[in-house]
């Protein structure tokens, strides 16, 4: 019987085979469209979306790579274009690809909810946001501007960062409103860290913007602090 060292030089000498050079039914695409996506692994099917490798490292091996850098889909996800590019095999163009991809499945996600628009209660913003921000690695501020059937005719987003009055100053936050008429809007931001407790600099530029609101007669009907699959509702907590 051969040593496991033998075994590895005989390996180390096997010519490398790209994707086309595999038999067919190993071929991530061709087995998709013959069994379909379902019976695919994580892998194959980052692949597909990868394209191709780079010399002696498939697509395969890249998002195998990938999948091994992050730990999961889910923290892969979460990842920017700048983080996805450092991994070999990866490149701007690629990283940029995954990046729109797991965009479109979050918003796909969001999506049967988001055709109603509706806003009858938090949890349905809650529904509505929390498959978009629960991987988000940045503190971001929006303002969802309401009709007066309380649909959300629009989302707008005025910060990204630290939330501070700096950066969510009434003007930017009520100018649009002001534009589009809005009838009344809702505050939402996230907390990456994963904890839905409001911060005092939360809380007083909360009642900074609703005295602001009142001034001219936009109200603000809440603000939602989405972390994870959670969420916090000041209006609930009676801080509105």
Do not use: C
Not at 187 to 214: C, F, M, W, Y
């Amino acid at each position: 019987m051969a040593s496991r060292g033998s075994q590895t030089r005989v390996a180390e000498q096997l010519p490398y085979r790209t994707i086309r050079e595999w038999r067919e039914d190993e071929r991530p695409r061709e087995r998709l469209q013959r069994y379909g996506p379902g019976v695919l692994a994580d892998a194959e099917l980052l692949a597909i979306l990868i394209g191709s490798g780079t010399y002696g490292f498939s697509a395969v091996d890249v998002a195998r790579e990938l999948l091994q850098r992050f730990g999961s889909l889910t923290e892969l996800a979460s990842r920017d274009v700048s983080e996805l590019r450092t991994v070999r095999g990866m490149g701007t163009v690629r990283a940029v690809v995954l990046s729109a991809a797991f965009e479109l499945a979050r918003r796909l996600q969001a999506e049967p909810f988001a055709a109603r628009k509706v806003i009858r209660s938090p949890e349905d913003v809650a529904r509505l946001y929390i498959p978009r921000l629960r991987g988000a690695r940045t503190e971001s501020f929006r303002v969802l501007l309401l009709n007066a059937a309380n649909q959300i005719v629009r989302e707008a987003l005025v910060s990204e960062g630290t939330l501070t009055a700096s950066l969510a100053h009434p003007r930017e936050v009520f100018r649009l409103a002001i534009t589009e008429s809005a009838a009344a809007v809702i505050l939402l931001h996230n907390h990456p860290s994963g904890n839905t407790e409001p911060s005092p600099e939360d809380i007083a530029l909360t009642r900074q913007l609703v005295q602001a609101g009142k001034v001219i007669d936009i109200p603000v009907l809440d603000h939602l602090i989405i972390a994870g699959e959670a969420y916090t509702s000041l209006r609930e907590r009676g801080i509105l």
